[in-house]
Structure formats: C-alpha cells, structure tokens
C-alpha cells in the first residue's frame, strides 16, 4: 500500500508540472520573452522526467506482486490514473499563480543569463516568502469571462485522445502481462512502441496548432486574454483526457494481449 501512495505522488507531480507547462508559456507570452520561456519549460519538464523514472520500478513492482499473490491490480491502476486527473486539477487551479511566479523566473533568468547563476542570485529565503504575494486564487470574474471562442474544437479533442493514450498506454502495458504472461516479453517492450505512436501524435497534430496560435499572439494577431483562454482549455481537455484513460485502460490492456501473439 506505501508503494500505491508513494506511486500516486509521482504520477501526481507528473502531471501537475506537465501541464502547468502551459502556465510558463503563457508567462513568455505576457512578457513577450517566448525563448526563455520554453527553456524554462524544459526544465520543469526535468522534474516530471525524472519523477516518471522513479515511479516505473515501483510500479512494476506491483505488477509483480499481483502476479505472485494471483490478485486482480485493476483498482489499484485505476488509483494510479486518479492521481493523475487530480494533478491536473490542481495545475488548472495553480495557474493564476504560475503565471505571476513564472513571470518573475523569467526576468530572474534573463539578468543572471543562466539557470545555475539564478538559483544561486534569486532563490534566497526572502524571495521564497515573497512568492505568497503572487499568489492567486481563481476569481468567478476571471471565470465568467472564460470563452471557447476562436479556439479549434478539433484541437481540444485531440489534446484529450493523446493525453489519454499517453497516461493509461504503459499501464495497461503492465496489466496486459498479467493477462498473456507467456508473452510478458513481448508486451513489455510494446509500451515503447504504444508511448511513441502518441508522442507522434501529439507532436504532429498539436503542438504545431499550439505553436502556430502562440506565434499569432506574439505577432499581435490575436489577444493574450484568447491565448490564456486556450491554455487553460489546452489543461481542461487533458483532465478530460486523464478521466478518459480511465476506461481505456483495461480494453487497451486486453488488445495487447491479444496482440502479443502475432509477433511469434
């Protein structure tokens, strides 16, 4: 049970840092300096790397437990998918704030000129008291003016499919070895492939709409308020995609399963 919940909390800083991603760009955009943004968001992106390297051991692990005591671990990769929807909420919720603290790295960065000589100059006690000041709470008028207008449906929807390939594939990966273990081989090196198709599809058929609409609001084409209002719906279509893993994870699971033997 400590393995589930020590599980659970990489998944869920997993996710969290994923899509408050979204929040740094937006800094960049409202700051007009895009480039320092990105490579701020290359290294939160470190952290949810390096947090995905811990958790697959022990993740396997419970596999490998199930597979000794002969139980069923669905309801304990359905937890797993939980915390990731419940990550995501709370990046949705965080992102008022992250705006404004990312706002603030972002000038740090650009006076020290690089990410070591910032954390030694700019992250002092002071300054980490200083970061409640930039706090936000979501405010109802910021709420009601919240608006799908303008912004591709067909985006959203894939954002959601490819949120929810990525967070349910190696799961069900794991779940599938229990259901054919003869082929365990085979279906564990599946994962690979299953995690490439959706960073494929993320790659060619969203980021480049994302860049593309980003690129319009730094060229004054298009507002800041409608490039906020299609990051957070960027960061809703993924909690939706982490709710439709959900159901995705055990028929994916069986469809490797009963793929695994057409590679023999």
Known sequence: MDALWLICLLTFIIH?????????????????????????VGV???LS???NLIQ????????????????DPSWQLHVIIAASSVGTLAAILLFPSFV???????????LAGSIPQMLRTAVTVDSIRRVRHHLRIPSWQAISRFRIKGIPKRLLLLNCLG??????SVLSVLYATLLVPEYKATVLMSSGMINGFATIF???????????????????????ESIRDMYLWLMISRFCGTLLAQFLLVPAAYWVAWLSPLFH
């Open 56 to 71: 697959g051991p022990f993740t396997g692990g419970l596999m490998d437990q199930a597979a000794i005591l002969h139980t």
């Open 16 to 40: 969290t840092t994923e899509t408050l991603s979204y929040a740094i760009r937006f800094a960049g955009v409202k700051t007009g300096r895009i480039a320092v943004a990105l490579s701020l």
């Open 44 to 46: 939160t992106l470190l």
């Open 202 to 224: 993320m790659t060619i058929l969203v980021d480049p709409q994302v860049a593309l609409l980003t690129e319009k609001a730094m060229q004054g084409k298009a507002t800041q």
């Open 100 to 110: 404004q603290i990312s706002s603030r790295v972002i000038s740090h960065l650009e």
């Open 163 to 168: 949120t929810a390939i990525y967070t349910s």
């Open 49 to 51: 790397r390096t947090s």
